[in-house]
């Protein structure tokens, strides 16, 4: 896949997370956004000459929150990413993870993901 491809599919990834907000269904903003984030770790970690046999988006993240090279202001954003909901279907933490894929994109790669 070309270098921008892993932008596109975020991009893709963040319309569907805003669309499906705009219709009342955070949960499903937040898998579309959990995924988006996963192109751009999946991206950041290839640049770092890792390569991971998976295409989960949670996998990545995971390797990703390990990653001795990110700074502890990284690392909590990725981790967002990883903190399962309550029973009630909400994130324990309050964090937007639309906003946290443009965040990551900025810290990992120095890129814009409009």
């Known amino acids: 896949m070309e270098n921008?491809?892993?932008k596109q599919l975020a991009?893709?990834?963040l319309n569907m997370a805003e669309n499906a907000r705009?219709?009342?269904n955070e949960g499903r903003a937040r898998v579309c956004a959990r995924r988006a984030a996963g192109h751009v770790a999946g991206e950041y970690l290839q640049r770092q000459?890792?390569?991971l046999r998976t295409e989960s988006a949670l996998?990545?993240?995971r390797y990703l929150e390990s990653?001795?090279?990110l700074k502890p202001e990284e690392v909590e954003v990725v981790q967002h990413f990883l903190i399962h909901i309550t029973p009630e279907h909400e994130l324990p933490i309050n964090a937007d993870l639309i906003a946290d894929v443009h965040l990551l994109a900025q810290q990992l790669m120095d890129e814009s993901l409009d």
Request: proline share 6%.
């Open 22 to 24: 705009s219709d009342g």
């Open 49 to 51: 000459g890792i390569t």
């Open 67 to 69: 990653s001795p090279e």
């Open 11 to 13: 991009s893709i990834e």
């Open 4 to 6: 921008s491809g892993w």
């Open 59 to 61: 996998e990545k993240l």
